[in-house]
């Protein structure tokens, strides 16, 4: 395959062109099958070491990044702040530098600090994945929801997807608008008045704040969680109140008149943003986005390493 990603790193959806996107999906097509054969492993990335560095708590993301780089027969080094050298007052670049130093050849690291990622791929002599960075970006995130929206409706172009909750505090909610809108797809968003950044319209989204209304709209809804962890005041009055006016509950799934795809990039707080019973519901595509999460990760880890082959060639 000739084709390459026009980045060097993958620090945000801002900086992939359409064409990415679409090689991106491409080799992540490749991946799925291969990982759902019952030899899960390919040589591919043999002798690259990659070093996952998370400093903020993550399920998905550390795991699905972890399993992705041991489907392509990476060397795997796992770093969390919490049990590092970071608690005595080591830097980033120092801690990162350290890294490097033992051969690390690819850096996935998660940081609460919107733009760690860019830092380091700048003072740093690695290739860097941002696998979440703040409020600033998730882009792992949205290219396997936007691959997973393509996987359950058959394209994205002119799909009306609508993003409910805490916009605000939401580095899911912009690399998902930004994903979207590069793959033609309008997108919505509703939440309170409060969790909205203002101006979000210049972004190309629509703005509603009644949910039915909006849910009425769309063709996919995907459902934030309250990043309670990155508020610092109360933008509601209480979570009950929250639930009353933008939880999706069964009852007003099945009230809008048609069959719409449900998503939610998790974790889920059941009972809050949305009730199990839509959670579990044959209309939600939640485990899928989990299990697509690996194939994309392959893709893009695959291609990023097949960019530093072509430049050394080079
Ligand atoms: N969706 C997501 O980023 O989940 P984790 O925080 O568990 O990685």
């Not at 993301?61 to 007052?89: P, Q, W, Y």
């Not at 994903?179 to 008045?193: D, F, R, S």
């Amino acid at each position: 395959m000739n084709e390459s990603l026009s980045v060097n790193h993958l620090l945000g959806i801002k900086d992939l062109t359409p064409t990415d996107i679409d090689l991106i999906f491409k080799t992540a097509d490749n991946f799925k099958t291969v990982i759902n054969r019952p030899i899960k492993r390919v040589p591919t990335l043999r002798d690259i070491t990659i070093a996952n560095v998370f400093f903020e708590n993550s399920t998905r993301t550390r795991v699905s990044f972890e399993i992705a780089e041991k489907r392509l027969s990476a060397d795997v080094i796992n770093f969390s702040s919490a049990s590092s050298s970071v608690s005595k007052g080591e830097s980033l670049i120092d801690t990162v530098n350290n890294i490097l130093a033992m051969k690390v050849d690819m850096v996935v690291m998660r940081h609460p600090a919107p733009g760690a990622c860019i830092f380091l791929a700048k003072n740093t002599k690695t290739q860097v994945i941002n696998a979440g960075d703040g409020t600033h970006e998730h882009p792992t995130q949205a290219l396997l929801d936007a691959y997973s929206i393509r996987e359950k409706t058959g394209s994205i172009a002119g799909k009306r997807v609508l993003i409910v909750g805490d916009i605000m505090h939401s580095r899911v909610a912009i690399s998902n608008i930004f994903c979207l809108n590069k793959l033609g797809a309008e997108v919505m968003v509703c939440g309170p008045a409060t969790l909205i950044p203002k101006h979000i319209e210049h972004l190309g989204v629509k703005v509603e704040y009644d949910l039915k209304k909006a849910l009425q709209w769309c063709d996919v809804a995907n459902m934030l969680r309250i990043q309670l962890e990155r508020q610092d005041i109360k933008y509601f009055p209480s979570i009950r109140e929250y639930t009353m006016q933008y939880g999706l509950n069964k009852r007003l799934l099945e009230s809008i008149g048609k069959e719409i795809v449900v998503m939610h990039p998790g974790p889920i707080n059941r009972g809050v943003e949305i009730t199990s019973d839509v959670a579990d519901h044959a209309q939600s595509i939640i485990l899928d986005q989990v299990e697509n999460g690996v194939a994309i990760r392959m893709a893009i880890l695959y291609l990023l390493a097949m960019k530093t082959n072509a430049n050394s060639i080079v």
